[in-house]
């Protein structure tokens, strides 16, 4: 289960990772916190008439389109997008940023033990920057990575049921992005990155985390570009991540990376394998009040 703020983001962050489980007959499921309602229209090609104006349905649509390149199946948790406000401006009211956290949890929680996942994957608590609905899924996402396998929490939401492992995402930092400017700079290519790494700052996304675990997945770069392009409101296929060259990306970085928060198995770091400790014979001890998840994925 891999959890994000809005439409987009599961194609921008460890999408590979997703086609690559999916295609190996591993059961993803993406669950998106919001709608994006508020998001911009960041592909000047799509900024025209109709668009802003039906810009939830066709986020909607885009996330379908997406899904069904990646394999993978999708849920909207149902909160409102709550925008990006500038320094001093509130929250807008009923947003997801300002939905009560047990609430919010209280929806996972439920979609959790419906699903069963052995696997949870989110941001960390920078929510890899300071967009208030990343921050939320990383707080929402661990509520109910603790809650869904204590019977005496959201009895409401079904009987209980443990991951075992929690991930933050790790991908698209700082360092990620200087090493393919290096690469494609060292082969006399214009990396395209001059802007993107002016803007970037040095702790951006996944920077300040010390990554565990490398799925190699390079073999899913094209699956996840067909993915992100289908978010066509938000990817303008002529900047910025687009322009990298994919044959260096992949001899240079053919990984997508994750931090390992939590872990209700024994497992030995690195690890290249979402499921190590997972896909083994042994089955963990179940906690007090809690149902104990399958030790072999």
């Not at 997801?96 to 929806?107: M, Q, S, V």
């Not at 419906?114 to 921050?135: A, C, K, L, N, Q």
């Not at 082969?187 to 002016?198: N, P, T, Y």
């Not at 675990?213 to 910025?240: K, M, S, W």
Request: contains cysteine.
């Amino acid at each position: 289960m891999s959890v994000h703020a809005h439409p987009d983001d599961e194609s921008s962050k460890g999408a590979a990772t997703l086609a690559k489980y999916a295609a190996e007959g591993v059961e993803v499921l993406v669950v998106t916190c919001t709608g994006g309602e508020r998001g911009e229209v960041l592909n000047p090609a799509m900024d025209r008439a109709g668009v802003r104006e039906n810009l939830a349905a066709i986020r909607r649509d885009e996330m379908a389109e997406a899904r069904r390149i990646l394999g993978v199946r999708q849920h909207f948790l149902g909160f409102v997008d709550s925008g990006l406000p500038g320094p001093g401006e509130p929250l807008p009211e009923g947003c997801f940023a300002l939905a009560p956290l047990e609430e919010a949890a209280g929806r996972l929680v439920k979609l959790t033990r419906s699903f069963r996942p052995h696997v949870v994957v989110t941001y960390d608590e920078t929510g890899g920057y300071p967009h208030p609905d990343h921050i939320r899924t990383h707080q929402v996402t661990v509520a109910a990575f603790d809650a869904a396998g204590e019977a005496g929490r959201h009895p409401e939401a079904g009987a209980p049921w443990r991951p075992l492992k929690l991930y933050y995402q790790g991908g698209l930092s700082r360092p990620w992005f200087q090493a393919m400017h290096d690469a494609m700079t060292a082969r006399g290519m214009d990396s395209g990155m001059r802007e993107v790494l002016a803007e970037l700052p040095a702790a951006g996304f996944g920077s300040g985390l010390e990554i565990t675990t490398r799925v190699p997945c390079a073999e899913y770069f094209a699956t996840r570009d067909r993915a992100l392009l289908a978010h066509a409101t938000q990817i303008d296929p002529n900047a910025g991540f687009m322009l990298h060259d994919r044959d260096v990306e992949r001899e240079v970085w053919p990984t997508e990376d994750y931090l390992l928060a939590r872990s209700h198995v024994d497992v030995a770091t690195p690890e290249d394998d979402l499921f190590a400790g997972v896909r083994c014979p042994q089955r963990p001890t179940a906690a007090a009040g809690a149902a104990a998840s399958p030790g072999c994925g």
